[in-house]
């Protein structure tokens, strides 16, 4: 089978430029027989790497990426890595209490599992346990922070309501009207993180960059097939997020969304005087087609907002080119007080959505396994699921095991082009309704 689509990001992401450099592992070359080969070296390949290494410390494990590591969507997203649970679907975003609980124990693993890494190895990646401010500027947006306050008291979670009088203490900006603070999230400069994941693998992961697999034949053995080699294992575990769907499983089950960030250069110390507030936040939109802020610890700001749906999994360089105004709006909007201070890096990154917001987990045939479509939270997701697929395939189960495995159901779309006029449809109109959020 042909891989009609890899992965080829731009140039410009502002993590992995201002993350401490690294050589990357060379592309693979020629032939290699393997007992395991994990495609994907984002959070969770990285993670189901790691862990099967643990699990069979006297086989080799081969990881491949189609990039360097953290130039793809794992060094390019906000570096929040979440807690708590935010079903979209749900009134007060909590919904079922049973679920929303498995899913906290779940995403308190992952940032267990990551910090641990981060102090063990003394990853240079700025992680920090700042908590987030979900913050809203709309009659709207301050709905929704009602209702999640509500969700957050059935769930048992503290925060805090901060009004909008107080805010420019903590963010500098007076624009917002309300925030909802919680404090169990953790930041991080998302590149450097898994730059330094890539960097601290055990000696039997041998890593391969910069490989992209254009073909795939699945047989007794999985030969994975590339311009300069092939791949031939007895196991396949595939966590290449969005592009796992052109692996030939889960058809016509994922999104490929694109997201838009863009981040400025570093305030000098007059500019962080008339922003003030504190040195280092976060701050997520009430509106999901709001805009995502950081301060970050180099002093600078970073603005993610605008989506895109991007069929063929490529990045367009139009939409950048277009996003980068609204990026600057939105900053124009928040920070009246920094006119003068441009964006050094705008970029775009792939997220993979699902219709339900299920990803999945488990066995796609008898010796190939998947860990796939982040649904926008990859950072702790994706480090949870990649450990806990490794140990199932190595024969240790838990609850939170048996909780992924019942939930990895994400639902078949429509056919196109059914499919693209309603996403670009309920993109257009998100966006539009979010009116100040964004
Ligand atoms: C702008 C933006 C902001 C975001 N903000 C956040 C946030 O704040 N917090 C959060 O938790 N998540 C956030 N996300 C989502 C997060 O980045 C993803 O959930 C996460 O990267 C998923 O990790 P992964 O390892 O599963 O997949 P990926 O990071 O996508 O890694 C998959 C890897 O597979 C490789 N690959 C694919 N196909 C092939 C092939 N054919 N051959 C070889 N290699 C291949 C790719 O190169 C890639 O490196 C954001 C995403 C974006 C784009």
Redesign the pocket.
């Known amino acids: 089978m042909k891989?009609r689509?890899?992965?080829k990001?731009d140039a410009m992401c502002g993590w992995y430029h201002t993350a401490p450099a690294r050589q990357a592992r060379p592309a693979h070359m020629g032939n290699t027989t393997t007992r395991w080969t994990v495609?994907?070296?984002?959070?969770?390949?990285?993670?189901a790497a790691r862990q099967l290494a643990a699990h069979y410390p006297d086989q080799e494990i081969v990881l491949?990426?189609?990039?360097e590591?953290g130039?793809?969507?794992?060094?390019?997203?906000?570096?929040?890595?979440?807690d708590l649970p935010h079903d979209i679907g749900a009134e007060d975003y909590i919904g079922d209490i049973g679920i929303a609980k498995t899913t906290l124990k779940l995403n308190r693993l992952g940032q267990t599992i990551l910090h641990g890494l981060v102090e063990q190895h003394g990853i240079d990646c700025q992680l920090r346990a700042s908590g987030k401010y979900q913050a809203a500027v709309e009659p709207r947006g301050i709905a929704v922070l009602e209702a999640y306050r509500r969700g957050l008291d059935k769930l048992g979670e503290p925060y805090e309501v901060i009004p909008g009088k107080d805010l420019p203490g903590h963010l500098g900006t007076a624009f917002y009207r309300q925030a909802l603070f919680t404090p169990g999230t953790m930041l991080v400069q998302?590149s450097a993180l898994?730059k330094g994941l890539a960097d601290t693998l055990p000696p039997n992961v041998t890593l391969y960059e910069n490989?992209?697999?254009?073909e795939v034949d699945y047989g007794d053995k999985v030969t994975?097939t590339?311009t300069k080699g092939r791949i031939v294992s007895d196991k396949l575990i595939l966590?290449?997020?969005?592009?796992?769907a052109?692996?030939g499983f889960l058809q016509r089950t994922v999104l490929p969304?694109?997201?838009?960030?863009s981040l400025t250069r570093p305030l000098t110390e007059a500019e962080q005087a008339s922003l003030g507030g504190k040195p280092f936040w976060?701050v997520?939109p009430a509106d999901p087609y709001g805009s995502?802020v950081r301060r970050t610890h180099d002093n600078r700001i970073l603005i993610?907002n605008s989506f895109s749906f991007n069929p063929d999994q490529q990045s367009r360089p139009d939409c950048l080119a277009r996003f980068v105004h609204k990026h600057r709006e939105s900053f124009a909007r928040r920070f009246p007080m920094l006119p003068e201070v441009d964006f050094d890096y705008t970029?775009?990154?792939?997220?993979?959505l699902t219709q339900n917001h299920q990803s999945f987990f488990g066995q796609l045939a008898p010796n190939v396994y998947g860990?796939?479509?982040?649904?926008?939270?990859?950072?702790?997701?994706?480090t949870v699921?990649?450990t806990l697929l490794a140990d199932m395939i190595a024969g240790q189960r838990h609850e939170l095991t048996d909780f992924l495995l019942s939930t990895s159901s994400p639902n078949v779309l429509p056919p196109e082009p059914f499919l693209s006029v309603g996403v670009n449809a309920t993109l257009w109109w998100g966006q539009r309704k979010a009116g100040r959020e964004s």
């Open positions: 891989i689509a890899t992965p990001d495609l994907g070296a984002g959070f969770t390949g990285l993670a491949v990426d189609a990039q590591v130039f793809g969507t794992s060094g390019r997203n906000a570096g929040f890595a979440i998302p898994v490989t992209p697999i254009t994975l590339h966590a290449n997020n969005a592009f796992g052109r692996f969304m694109y997201l838009y960030a976060g997520i995502t993610r970029w775009s990154g792939s997220l993979a860990a796939l479509f982040c649904n926008g939270l990859g950072i702790t997701r994706g699921t990649g």
